[in-house]
Every structure is written in structure tokens, then in C-alpha cells.
T-cell receptor, first 109, second 115 residues
């Protein structure tokens, strides 16, 4: 079976840096993605790691270690609008993504 | 111009009824999906279609029947609704290509409430 573990909730203050971890156990692995979902909204794509290492997109970075079955999303210079749920998702090559249970990020002033 | 649009946005109905949700994408993608998001926000794949062909049916009860008339449309019909079917249903699409480059674009979701 497939399982992805991520913390259920993280709280941080504006301007800070926060890291959301994701560990996975899947049969087949092609890459790890991250999605953001605001309350009442749709999940939207943030980043993708197919190879080990760090990918940077503006204030957001994502890291993958395939040997450790581990990745994280790093959010810098936090803003109030970053308050949302963040999901890691694994591409197992089945033409669908398997999502983690989501991490609710609360950014406080 | 909405990329993935699904209707209706809200559905409130009684147990035992039948309902449908429609989805259309104008991105030219070859793969479409239905995901179910429960009250704990867990996003679970239900179905995946590639060029109108069913490729994933994730042990969903056969009360749920997807239909893809063409690669831009994927509808979901649900028979004999049960309380546990209450959830937000998301349609999504992607241009899957080779495995590992799969970026999903989601619709706004359809919130189904079964009373």
C-alpha cells in the first residue's frame, strides 16, 4: 500500500521560515509534489521534485531525498496569505497522485 | 476563462437520491480525475481517465459511475446516495506524459451534502 506522513498542523509568525516534512512509503516512486489549498478552495500546484536535491521557486523551496523516502517544503518570509493546508503527493506512475493527509499552516501576526 | 470547471458547486440532497456532477477542462489535457476530499481534508483518488478510457478505479462502490464522452469532459453520477458520500468532490486534469511530470489542475470542487 501507499502511505505518506506529514504533520497535521504547524504554526509560525509572519516573516519567519517554516519547514513541512513528508515521509512516504509507496510501491513505485517517480517524484514528490506539493500542493497548497486555502479553506474553501482547490488544491494548487506548488512544486515538484523528481531528483534528489533542492528546487527553489520564489519564497518556496522543496527538497527530496529518495534514499530516505523523505522530502520537505520550506516556506520563507511567511505572509498571512500563506495560511493554508499543504499536501505532499507522490507520483507512483499510475497516472494519479497519492496525497498525504495535509498540514494546516497557521501564520500569526 | 476557467481551466477546469465543475458544476454544480453545491449539492444538498436526501439519502437514496441520484445526483450527477459535471466537469470540463479547456487545457487540452489527456487525463482527467475525480478525487474525494472528506471532512478531515484527506484527498483520495476515485477514478482516472486517459483519452476517454478508464485507467484507475480505486475500489469505489459501483454506485459511483464516471463517464467520459470525450477527453475534455468527465462526469460523475452517484446512485442511491448515502450519508457517507457527503464530501467535496474535485475534478482535475493533467497532461501526464511520462511518469514523474504529472501536474494536476483542479476544479473548484463540488460540495455534496447528503441529509
Amino acid at each position: 500500500g501507499q502511505s505518506l506522513e506529514q504533520p497535521s498542523e504547524v504554526t509560525a509568525v509572519e516573516g519567519a521560515i517554516v519547514q513541512i516534512n513528508c515521509t512516504y512509503q509507496t510501491s513505485g516512486f517517480y517524484g514528490l509534489s506539493w500542493y497548497q489549498q486555502h479553506d474553501g478552495g482547490a488544491p494548487t500546484f506548488l512544486s515538484y521534485n523528481g531528483l534528489d536535491g533542492l528546487e527553489e521557486t520564489g519564497r518556496f523551496s522543496s527538497f527530496l531525498s529518495r534514499s530516505d523516502s523523505y522530502g520537505y517544503l520550506l516556506l520563507q518570509e511567511l505572509q498571512m496569505k500563506d495560511s493554508a493546508s499543504y499536501f505532499c503527493a507522490v507520483d507512483t506512475g499510475r497516472r494519479a497522485l497519492t496525497f498525504g493527509s495535509g498540514t494546516r499552516l497557521q501564520v500569526q501576526p | 476563462d476557467t481551466a477546469v470547471s465543475q458544476t454544480p458547486k453545491y449539492l444538498v440532497t436526501q439519502m437514496g437520491n441520484d445526483k450527477s456532477i459535471k466537469c470540463e477542462q479547456n487545457l487540452g489535457h489527456d487525463t482527467m480525475y475525480w478525487y474525494k476530499q472528506d471532512s478531515k481534508k484527506f484527498l483520495k483518488i476515485m477514478f482516472s481517465y486517459n483519452n476517454k478510457e478508464l485507467i484507475i478505479n480505486e475500489t469505489v462502490p459501483n454506485r459511483f459511475s464516471p463517464k467520459s464522452p470525450d477527453k475534455a469532459h468527465l462526469n460523475l453520477h452517484i446512485n442511491s446516495l448515502e450519508l457517507g458520500d457527503s464530501a467535496v468532490y474535485f475534478c482535475a486534469s493533467s497532461d501526464a506524459g511520462e511518469p514523474g511530470a504529472n501536474v494536476l489542475t483542479f476544479g473548484a470542487g463540488s460540495r455534496l451534502t447528503v441529509l
